[in-house]
């Protein structure tokens, strides 16, 4: 039985890692959205936080109006944070799997272009 080359392995165990890493930020990213959500409904009950009336609970809202020398208290400082947590995912975890597959791919590319060389190296020396 032949057995695969190791640059073979490589690449399939960098594109394992790939999409393991990207199903974990995936399933984080989902916990804190439904996080965020629950957070957001708290506030919505709550009496607190309104602004002529109406509640201010809308985490674009409540991160655009947050200022440092009157920080937010209670859930409205939990809902800021949580949507930095959400914004702060995706680009760490694209970068990570970008990461894994190209380190991966690096040894299946080598000996992928040092075939073609033989290749083209056979063919040069066949006509002559």
């Not at 990213?29 to 439904?34: G, H, P, T, V």
Request: glycine share 8%; aromatic share 10%.
């Amino acid at each position: 039985m032949h057995e695969s080359p190791i640059h073979n392995k490589i690449l399939f165990i960098g594109v394992f890692l790939s999409a393991l890493i990207w199903l974990i930020g995936a399933a984080y990213f989902s916990y804190q959205e439904s996080k965020l959500r629950d957070q957001v409904n708290d506030c919505e009950m709550q009496s607190g936080g309104r602004f002529n009336g109406v509640p201010i609970c809308s985490p674009l809202d409540l991160f655009l109006d947050e200022k440092e020398s009157e920080p937010y208290i209670g859930i409205q400082a939990e809902i800021v944070s949580t949507q930095k947590v959400i914004w702060g995912i995706k680009e760490p975890v694209t970068l990570a799997v970008i990461l894994v597959l190209s380190v991966s791919s690096i040894p299946w590319v080598w000996y992928f272009l040092l075939g073609r060389i033989r290749e083209l190296s056979k063919a040069v020396r066949g006509k002559q």
